[in-house]
C-alpha cells in the first residue's frame, strides 16, 4: 500500500499550488482520501475528505472557499488545488485513506487506515 504526496513548495502569499495524492496497492474506489496539514509545533489537522460515497467533499472552515479537492479514480489520483494561500497554510501535506466514506468526522485521524508521506507547503508572507 502506498500513498505518495507531491506538489508542494514555496510560495508566496495569495499565490496558489496544487497537490497530488498518487495511490496503489489497495482498491481505490473503496476508500476516501482525506487532506491533513502538521505545521511545526501543531496537531495534525483535517483540510479536506473526498470520496464517491459522500455526496460532497468536505473542508475545514479555514480552508473553505479557497481550497477545492477533486479526484481522478481512473488514475487513482487525488488532488487539492489550493488558493489565495497565506501564510497560516504553511505545513506539511499528508494525504490518508479511510474506508468507503468520509462522514462527518472526516477531519479526525483515527479513522485513516493508510498515511503516505507528507509534502511541505511554504508560504511566505
Known amino acids: 500500500v502506498q500513498l505518495q504526496a507531491s506538489g508542494g513548495g514555496l510560495v508566496q502569499t495569495g499565490g496558489s499550488l496544487r497537490l497530488s495524492c498518487a495511490a496503489s496497492?489497495?482498491?481505490?474506489?473503496?476508500?476516501?482520501i482525506g487532506w491533513f496539514r502538521q505545521a511545526p509545533g501543531k496537531e495534525r489537522e483535517g483540510v479536506s475528505c473526498?470520496?464517491?460515497?459522500?455526496?460532497?467533499?468536505y473542508y475545514a472552515d479555514s480552508v473553505k472557499g479557497r481550497f477545492t479537492v477533486s479526484s481522478d479514480n481512473d488514475k487513482n489520483m487525488v488532488y487539492l488545488q489550493m488558493n489565495s494561500l497565506e501564510p497560516e497554510d504553511t505545513a506539511v501535506y499528508y494525504c490518508?485513506?479511510?474506508?468507503?466514506?468520509?462522514?462527518?468526522?472526516?477531519?479526525?485521524?483515527?479513522?485513516?487506515?493508510?498515511w503516505g508521506q507528507g509534502t511541505l507547503v511554504t508560504v511566505s508572507s
Open positions: 490518508a485513506a479511510v474506508p468507503l466514506w468520509c462522514g462527518n468526522k472526516w477531519f479526525r485521524t483515527a479513522g485513516y487506515n493508510y
Open positions: 496497492g489497495f482498491t481505490f474506489d473503496d476508500y476516501g
Open positions: 473526498i470520496s464517491k460515497y459522500d455526496v460532497r467533499p
